[in-house]
Structure formats: structure tokens, C-alpha cells
């Protein structure tokens, strides 16, 4: 890996001689380094390459932040199929699991092909309107239908590959993925499913019934999801992995099913998936078996 690509998340406490230092550092290793607009403004450069840009000249893509960052630069980097590697620069963090005291050591190995690269399922997602696709997307994490702040009990008629499964009277509906379900998902009762797993999961947000869980089907089905509540303009929206949103109309079917490309995230070494549940939930004791 020769070409990197940097992406940074922009906040006012971040130090930008992490970048600087970086760059330094991936120019000593005879790397041809790209910088997207936001982080080369942040160290002072200008640059024309734009993130669209920075992403199909990469051979991998380094995320300095958090998880939400990850996810935005993900949308990015799947349809060139480029491995990320992600560092928190934060407290909670699943997707960003290497941190700045183990980075340039995982950077060494990741430079010399001594890393693994885990391939993570995208939600593809299309809004659908008096059959129309108007609306095409993927994500990470979860899609998220949510009332507004004035909104009422939102309807919802739900199926799975054209099978008629449920109507949820609720708050919402999550839609995760495995990656997502340690997310907006775990927090609505959801259940933590392994990232490996070919499977995806429902969870209604405060459902009026008590019997309305979450459920897991198969990544191979097709969930449609109608709102069939007669709304005012505006107070429903569909969120894609936190990051963007759009408002739906009564009658609008969201349609989502596993995307045909995965997302590629550089797996950090000495570290594995139940260590990090361990450290993010705060899971175990103190004991040395635990630690």
C-alpha cells in the first residue's frame, strides 16, 4: 500500500499536528499521501482532490475520529472497494477500534500486509413513492424511521420478501445491520449480533404493544416497510447511520436488503470482537481472566 488517503474528523480540539505528523511520517515510508479538502484546510494546505477523489486514488483510506466519522467515509470508500483503517481519537468507538497509542505500530503492519481486512455488510435502502424510487442510499450502521417532535404514534406496515409480517404502532423503526446492532439498535432492545453474521435486525423504537420485540431475519430478504400514518409535512423522517435524513409522506414504502458491496475496515492486531464488547460495555470484572 502506497497511496493513502486522510480523512479527519473536523472539531475544534483536534490537534492538526496529528495530521501533520502523520503525513511526515507516510512521506518517510515513500507513500504518496492525499488529503481531502477539510483535513488539508486543517494543517493550512490547499488542495484540489476532492473526498470522492481522495478515495478512488487510495490504496487505503486512515480515519482519524470516531465511529461517526467512520461512517460517513464509508459511504465514500465501498463502490471502490478500499480498506479503512479507523482511529479513535474519542471515548466510545466500535468501528474505530485502534487507538493513537497503538496506531503507528498498526500502521507498520497494515504497510506491510500483515494485517487482515474484514469485509462488513452495507444496508442498501430505496424510498419508494407512488412506485417510484426517489430516494437510493447505503449505510453502515442502521436505517432509522422516526417521528417528529410533534408527531404522534408512528404506523407501520412491515414485510419480509413480500410475506406480510407485522404493523408496529411505535416511536420508530431501526433496520441495522450486524455492524449497526451495537448502536442505535442495542439502545432500543435490540440484540448484539457478531459482525460476521449474515443476518439483519428490526427494532421497534417504544412500541405501544409490550409483545412487539426485536426480530432477525436472513441478510438474503427483502424488508419493505409502508408508513401508514396520515402525517403532516414533515413529521416523519427516515435517518441513514445518523448522518443525513429524509422526509417521508404517508403511503412512502422504504425498501431495504444487503448491498452487493461490503465495506472493507482494516482489522486491528492483538485485538479481537469480544475484547472490544468487553471494553465498550464495560462488561466483566477486573480479574486478570477479564481484563
Known amino acids: 500500500m502506497k497511496k493513502i488517503g486522510i480523512f479527519c474528523k473536523q472539531k475544534p480540539n483536534i490537534d492538526p499536528t ?30 484540489s482532490i476532492s473526498k470522492e477523489e481522495v478515495a478512488s486514488s487510495s490504496d ?11 461512517l460517513n467515509v464509508a459511504g465514500i470508500a465501498h463502490p471502490n472497494k478500499v480498506p479503512i483503517l479507523g482511529v479513535n481519537l ?14 503507528y505500530p498498526t500502521l507498520e503492519l497494515v504497510l506491510d500486509g500483515k ?21 437510493d442510499f447505503n449505510v453502515l450502521n442502521d436505517i432509522v424511521i422516526n417521528k417528529g417532535a410533534l408527531a404522534r404514534i408512528v404506523n407501520l406496515k412491515v414485510f419480509v420478501d413480500d410475506q406480510y409480517m407485522t404493523s408496529y404502532r411505535a416511536d420508530g423503526l431501526i433496520i441495522a445491520s450486524p455492524t449497526g446492532s451495537t448502536a442505535y439498535s442495542l439502545s432500543a432492545g435490540g440484540p448484539i449480533i457478531h459482525p460476521s453474521m449474515r443476518a439483519l435486525v428490526l427494532s421497534p423504537i417504544c412500541p405501544f404493544a409490550l409483545t412487539n420485540r426485536s426480530i432477525v431475519i ?20 427516515i435517518t441513514l447511520d445518523g448522518q443525513t435524513g429524509y422526509t417521508i409522506k404517508s403511503g412512502d414504502i422504504l425498501e431495504a436488503k444487503k ?6 475496515l482494516v482489522q486491528a492486531p492483538g485485538k479481537d470482537y469480544y475484547q472490544l464488547l468487553r471494553k465498550k460495555l464495560h462488561w466483566g470484572g477486573t480479574t486478570e481472566n477479564n481484563s
Do not use: H
Open 90 to 103: 474519542g471515548s466510545l468507538g466500535f468501528l474505530t477500534e485502534t487507538t493513537m497509542g497503538d496506531f
Open 218 to 237: 436472513p441478510d438474503s430478504s427483502t424488508i419493505k416497510v409502508q408508513l401508514t400514518t396520515r402525517n403532516e409535512e414533515g413529521d416523519v423522517r
Open 18 to 47: 496529528i495530521v501533520s505528523e502523520l503525513s511526515k511520517w507516510l512521506e518517510s515510508k515513500n507513500c504518496k499521501v492525499y488529503l481531502e479538502p477539510d483535513t488539508a484546510d486543517l494543517i493550512g494546505k490547499n488542495t
Open 60 to 70: 487505503l483510506l486512515i480515519v482519524l475520529g470516531g465511529d461517526g466519522t467512520l
Open 115 to 135: 494485517c487482515e481486512i474484514e469485509n462488513r455488510m452495507l444496508l442498501n435502502a430505496s424510498i419508494l413513492r407512488d412506485g417510484e424510487k426517489i430516494e
Open 259 to 264: 448491498a452487493e458491496i461490503p465495506v472493507k
